[in-house]
């Protein structure tokens, strides 16, 4: 199993503070990306990196900024948390885009109150 | 509306039936992966196909990819309790560097 850690695994904020989730690998994976995952909408992609200092958007990035500064760590900051945003959280790296298996965390559960 | 619509979304069944599931979407994808989420985990894959038409079977498990590339399915034989879960197809479109996730399907399995 690829090693990936997030971190905090929950946490409950309130509205219109900000809010920073991290994601630890260690398998030395080019990609890495942030998904959120609400019932009945399965996984939806916020941000990836394929590279260090290179990300992108996804389809919900309203409300979300990324980093990553290091290949090994992927930092997802919710600038200022709305209830909106109360979800699971999942990171996930691969070795390349696309075709290639998708790594997951177990994910961070965010309560904004 | 997401790219990739699964049916159904809830699926409850006795042991020993069989089951499809469906994965749809109108946009064409150069590839395509089956994963199954227990709770309090993330996703696993299962299985990835990438020709049209294409066929791959994991044990009583069997995937299916549209000829046009755009749909795929899962058909599971005699499920199990232990096939319980939820079900997410990914997509990779021809272009660009995302993966997107089906809607999911949560499948139980009863004894």
């Known amino acids: 199993d690829a090693g990936i850690t997030q971190s905090p695994r929950h946490k409950v904020t309130e509205t219109g503070t900000p809010v920073t989730l991290r994601c630890h690998q260690t398998e030395n994976h080019r990609y890495m990306y942030w998904y959120r995952q609400d019932p009945g909408h399965g996984l939806r992609l916020i941000h990836y990196?394929?590279?260090?200092?290179?990300?992108d958007k996804g389809e919900v990035s309203d409300g979300y900024s990324v980093s990553r500064s290091k290949t090994e760590d992927f930092l997802l900051t919710l600038e200022s948390a709305t209830s909106s945003q109360t979800s699971v959280y999942f990171c996930?790296?691969?070795?390349?885009?696309?075709?290639?298996?998708?790594?997951f965390g177990q994910g961070t559960r965010l309560t904004v109150v | 509306t997401q790219l990739l619509e699964q049916s159904p979304q809830f699926l409850s069944i006795q042991e020993g039936e069989n089951l499809t599931v469906y994965c749809n979407s109108s946009?064409?994808?150069?590839?395509l992966q089956w994963y199954r989420q227990e709770p309090g985990e993330g996703p696993v894959l299962l299985v990835t196909?990438?020709?049209?038409?294409e066929v791959k079977k994991l044990k009583r498990l069997t995937f299916q990819f549209g000829d046009a590339r755009k749909d795929s399915s899962l058909h599971i034989t005699a499920a199990q309790p232990g096939d319980t879960g939820l079900y997410l197809c990914a997509g990779a479109r021809p272009t660009g560097n995302q993966f997107y996730f089906g809607t999911g399907t949560s499948l139980t399995v009863i004894p």
């Open positions: 946009s064409v994808f150069s590839s």
């Open positions: 990196s394929y590279g260090v200092k290179d990300t």
């Open positions: 996930a790296t691969g070795q390349g885009a696309l075709d290639t298996e998708a790594f």
């Open positions: 196909v990438v020709t049209g038409g």
